[in-house]
């Protein structure tokens, strides 16, 4: 530990995250404007949403190698298995500090150290969202990038239908991941001072 707080997300980390806020960010709202906008009054030019689309989808895809491949040869990795020891329990009770505690000014139920730097909650929806919804979206992007690729039927369904839908589900988890991963970064002392910490790589140890 420093003066600045503990370092807990080494450079590369910080490198992979900002490209893929990013890239998701411009994903969801091209995504948005190619499936909800009006042919007249589209948010943005259909052809400007595929091609920002695409060339976001391809960035976010390769950072997503270069995540999977870092991750797994690094001590983060360790931070990203389930502990199923007393999981409901330890569900329940940081749920209830997020709805209660947090409020009434008590202390985190589960403090931050160097090993354990998610709280049950975090570490349940970042498993879930590296390990299945952006996963499932590269694929399934892939896929619809390169349609000769999928079967022409799956399901009794036109296959690029069914990756389609598999594809916007997925959208729909990452974009609700995103509004909750917001909210929750800015819990803390501070609103802002969460945030900083993945730029500077420290975590505030008075946000303990
Ligand atoms: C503007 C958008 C975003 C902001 C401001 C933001 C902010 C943050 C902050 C402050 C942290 C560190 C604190 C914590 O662990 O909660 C963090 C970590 C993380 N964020 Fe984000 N985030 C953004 C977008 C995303 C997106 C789109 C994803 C994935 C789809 C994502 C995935 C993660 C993951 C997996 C970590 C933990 C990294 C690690 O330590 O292994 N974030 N984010």
Redesign the pocket.
Request: no cysteine; aromatic share 22%; charged share 5%.
């Given at each position: 530990m420093s003066n600045q707080g503990l370092y807990?997300?080494p450079v590369w980390?910080r490198i992979w995250?900002g490209v893929?806020?990013?890239g998701?960010?411009l994903l969801i709202f091209t995504g948005i404007s190619m499936q909800y906008g009006n042919i007249d009054y589209p948010l943005l030019p259909f052809k400007v949403s595929v091609m920002i689309h695409n060339i976001s989808g391809i960035v976010v895809s390769i950072g997503y190698v270069v995540f999977a491949i870092a991750?797994h040869f690094s001590n983060?990795a360790k931070?990203?298995v389930p502990n199923y020891k007393g999981f409901g329990q330890r569900i329940m009770k940081q749920t209830t500090y997020y709805v209660f505690g947090y409020f009434k000014g008590e202390p985190k139920p589960f403090p931050i150290t160097k090993d354990n730097?998610?709280n049950p909650l975090?570490r349940l929806s970042?498993i879930t969202?590296?390990y299945i919804?952006?996963p499932l979206i590269v694929f399934t992007g892939v896929g619809l990038l390169y349609p000769e690729l999928i079967f022409s039927k799956i399901f009794n369904m036109g296959g690029v239908q069914f990756i389609a839908v598999l594809h916007a589900i997925a959208g729909f988890f990452?974009s609700l991941?995103?509004i909750i991963?917001?909210y929750?970064?800015s819990i803390g002392k501070h609103p802002l001072k969460?945030?900083s910490?993945?730029i500077t790589g420290y975590?505030s140890t008075e946000d303990h």
């Open positions: 807990l997300y980390l995250h893929n806020a990013l998701i960010i991750n983060n931070q990203y730097k998610f975090q970042y969202v590296m919804f952006v990452i991941f995103l991963h917001l929750v970064a969460n945030y910490s993945i975590h």
